[in-house]
């Protein structure tokens, strides 16, 4: 088997170009391809191949000597499978492209777990400081309170501050606090345009309509003493300015657009008597009741 022929089979076996050969020798790749063909004689001469041949077997790992031998005495003859042998050195396999990122796992692993040691270690050890600064030895604010008053200080005097605290306790004006505000559906209308009457009972001095309009929607609102308080288009979002109805018995309500239009008394929000899915324009009349203490 011809020199050129031995190095582009091993060539080939390692899985290399001639592009990648010319990198690592640094020879041309013309002198590389001429040297595969055995066209000895394109090449600058004897002295230039023998330097090839040596270089291109050094890259691949095989026995120059043996293919410069070789080459001063002529071809390798094919039968001769001894000389081959000799001529290729054991190279390491190439690995899987694949293990090389592999092989990089075990290594996160153990950042992995060392940083998880470290963070289970930072924690006992505030648990640690954290039992620590709670002693029971330490005489706590409680205890002490308790020991002044088996010690039998006396009681401070109470400030007239304090005093008229305790008047402002009214039992009435607690439970007029207490109270939470509410409506109740008296009747539910009917037909295209339903007219529904509620009640809302309310604990406060001061009775405010609000509306959240999150759509376009016609609205009139008329107060028991006919005083018509807004007869117009609502926009989404728009800046509504509260309408007080405290001197109001009752107040009118004709909305255009339920689904877009939330009406509240006092914060409180009505849930229509009549889902808004169903009926999109719809009419209430609110009996406004004050909430009477006993």
């Known amino acids: 088997m011809e020199i050129g022929q031995l190095l582009k089979e091993e060539r080939k076996a390692q899985e290399l170009s001639l592009d990648e050969i010319q990198e690592m020798t640094k020879i041309q790749k013309r002198y590389l ?110 205890d002490e309170i308790i020991r002044d008053v088996e010690q039998g200080e006396k009681e401070q005097p109470v400030s007239e501050d304090e005093e008229e605290e305790e008047e402002d306790k009214d039992p009435e004006k607690e439970e007029e606090s207490q109270f939470e505000s509410q409506f109740e559906v008296d009747e539910i209308g009917s037909g295209t345009s339903p007219q529904s009457e509620l009640t809302f009972t309310y604990g406060e001095e001061e009775l405010l309509l609000t509306f959240d309009v999150e759509a376009e929607a016609y609205l009139s609102v008329v107060g028991e003493s006919n005083k018509n308080y807004f007869d117009g288009i609502l926009e989404p979002n728009s800046d509504m300015e509260p309408i007080d109805l405290t001197e109001e018995s009752n107040v009118f309500l004709n909305i255009g657009n339920t689904t877009g239009v939330t009406v509240k008394l006092n914060d409180v929000a009505m849930d229509y008597p009549i889902s808004a899915s169903e009926k999109v324009h719809q009419k209430f009349l609110i009996n406004l009741k004050k909430h009477e203490t006993n």
């Open 33 to 142: 391809q001429a040297i595969e063909d055995n066209n000895f004689d394109s090449l600058p001469g004897r002295f230039y191949a023998r330097a090839f041949i040596k270089e291109y077997a050094l890259v691949l790992k095989m026995d120059e000597d043996l293919l410069l031998q070789n080459f001063d005495g002529g071809e390798v003859e094919e039968e001769d499978q001894t000389q081959y042998t000799n001529i290729r050195r054991s190279r390491r396999p190439r690995a899987p492209k694949s293990s090389t990122v592999l092989s990089f796992l075990p290594t996160v692993i153990v950042i992995v777990l060392i940083i998880a040691i470290l963070f289970i270690a930072w924690m006992l050890m505030q648990k640690a400081l954290t039992s620590n600064s709670s002693d029971p030895s330490q005489p706590t604010e409680s």
